[in-house]
């Protein structure tokens, strides 16, 4: 009998040097696309998905997410008594999406270090891992929601794939496989960030997985290699070989708001999806446009 997805692990340690000097005193998962931290839209599509336990994998200074997190008496209560009940709820809201649990990487050996951080707390469950840097907006269903349904159909491992550019193969983890279904590959190999010409297939995984708990033997197994760190990738390379290992053309536009431009294109698109701030902000780039801006 399939177990429940009830665990996700949200690794969120990352210094966020591409967004300095912001990230100097602020976590880049709190960095706001309008007015909502990019590491909300990660729990949400979490919850969405029917995940009951948010485990965060974080480092020092990073208290801001686990304090988004929880409740705020003083402002709350400061909200009410101004007349402010809506945005108070908008507060306590946040606090009571899901059962969120903190632990820290203690040192910085990448992602693979990261996931194995959260054993623990996962234990012998199967859960699911969804990277902060990517949002993926979609009109089906949460991104992480359809690659749980892949898994509880198939019982399987599974990672959420899109197709990428040549050129752009190099930013990524690529599956090598073959398509046995529609949108569904039997993955053979994962390679991380291979050269162009290297790469076995366009299909990249931009940090979406459902995942069985024996992915920690395999990290335990792993050498740190490059800069030290303990690559995921390697570890569902043996999960593949070993066990066997699915990836699901997911549905929805996937946005990298790790990197500056794909931030700045996520914020247009909640911009213009926001009846409030659409007509204005439809407005105001006109005119920017206009003036040569």
Known sequence: ?????KKAVIPAAGLGTRF???????????????????????????????????????ARHKEAIENHFDYNYELEDSLIKKGKAELAQISKNIANKCNLISIRQKIPMGL?????????????????????????ISEKAPCIGQCIDIFNKTETSVV?????????VSKYGIIAGQEVEDKKW??????????????????AIPGRYV?????????KKIKPGKGGEIQLTDALQML????????????????????????????????LKRKELRDGFIKIMKEAISSGL
């Not at 990019?38 to 994998?57: K, P, S």
């Open 1 to 5: 009998m399939t177990q429940k997805i």
């Open 240 to 271: 593949a070989q070993n066990e066997g290992l699915l990836a699901y053309e997911f549905e929805g536009r996937r946005y990298d708001t790790g990197d500056r431009l794909g931030y700045l294109e996520a914020t247009v698109h909640f911009a």
């Open 186 to 203: 039997k993955v053979s190999g994962v390679v991380e960030k291979p050269a162009i010409e290297n790469a076995p297939s366009q299909m």
């Open 112 to 136: 693979g270090h990261a996931v194995l951080a959260a054993a623990p707390i996962v234990g012998d469950e199967p859960f699911a891992i969804l990277l902060g840097d990517d949002l993926v």
């Open 211 to 219: 995942l069985s708990s024996r992915i920690f033997d395999y990290l």
């Open 20 to 58: 300095l000097p912001a990230t100097k005193a602020i976590p880049k998962e709190m960095i706001p696309i309008i007015d909502v931290p990019m590491i909300q839209y990660i729990v949400e599509e979490a919850v969405e998905a029917g995940i009951e336990e948010i485990i965060l994998v974080t």
């Open 160 to 168: 959420g794939v899109m197709k990428v550019q040549k050129s752009e």
